[in-house]
């Protein structure tokens, strides 16, 4: 079954970094956009990053530009989420979600890995 | 950035009633809206897309209606499985395809 499974969250210091990976199966992963969506403890979800198939198609949210790097491995069949210079406002869940094609709606989520940014 | 604003923020419903929800766009968006369900200390789900189409296996007592800026989720028998968090998300303009602040459904 179509199935997405988050993984490399933890506890980091602000200003640290963190790498979130994201193993996709049970579809042919090349041919869809991806994205990072997120949560803060007790908040509603925000879109954090999303890449389009080939790579070259990628939004980041205002928030995150020039930290944040996604990236994917079509032949391993896994997206990326590099997090540098972390800052509190950082912590939350981060859900990895399969975006529909030629629209913008998530119809697959992962389960969501917790990153916590704290001295 | 289009704006979406969902209301109430609280909504407490008896089992076998029906709950009505809605949530506004800032522009028009046409039909470009989902619907998303998130029960506690799950990942959220999809519910409905295209504003009342609904999703693989959800059940039918969900129901989105709509188009241009005002959309209902409605469910028409409650159950107290249904207690969750449900966001709507208007895709129309995806940079970035914005999500509401989220309505709360319990059981009165």
């Known amino acids: 079954q179509v199935q997405l499974v988050e993984s490399g969250g933890g506890l980091v210091k602000p200003g640290g970094s963190l790498r979130l990976s994201c193993a996709a199966s049970?579809?042919?992963?090349?041919?869809?956009?991806m994205a990072w969506i997120r949560q803060a403890p007790r908040k509603g979800l925000q879109w954090v990053s999303y890449?389009?198939?080939?790579?070259?198609?990628?939004y980041y949210a205002d928030s995150v530009k020039g930290r944040f790097t996604i990236s994917r491995d079509n032949a391993k069949n896994s997206l990326f989420l590099e997090m540098d210079s972390l800052r509190a406002e950082d912590s939350a869940i981060y859900y990895c979600?399969?975006?529909?094609?030629?629209?913008?709606?998530?119809?697959?989520w992962g389960q969501g890995t917790t990153v916590t940014v704290s001295s | 950035e289009v704006g979406v604003t969902q209301s109430p923020a609280t909504l407490s419903v008896s089992p076998g009633d029906r709950a009505t929800l809605s949530c506004r766009a800032s522009?028009?968006?046409?039909?470009?809206l989902a619907w998303y369900q998130q029960r506690p200390g799950q990942a959220p789900r999809l519910l409905i897309y295209?504003?009342?189409t609904r999703a693989t296996g959800i059940p039918a007592r969900f129901s989105g209606s709509g188009f241009g800026t005002e959309f209902t989720l409605t469910i028409s028998t409650f159950q107290s499985e249904d207690s969750a968090v449900y966001y709507c998300?208007?895709?129309?303009?995806?940079?970035?395809?914005?999500f509401g602040q989220g309505t709360k459904v319990e059981v009165k």
């Open positions: 049970g579809f042919i992963f090349s041919d869809y956009c």
């Open positions: 295209g504003a009342s």
């Open positions: 998300q208007q895709y129309n303009n995806w940079l970035p395809a914005t």
């Open positions: 522009q028009i968006i046409n039909a470009n």
């Open positions: 890449v389009c198939s080939s790579g070259t198609t990628i």
């Open positions: 979600a399969k975006i529909v094609q030629g629209d913008y709606y998530l119809d697959v």
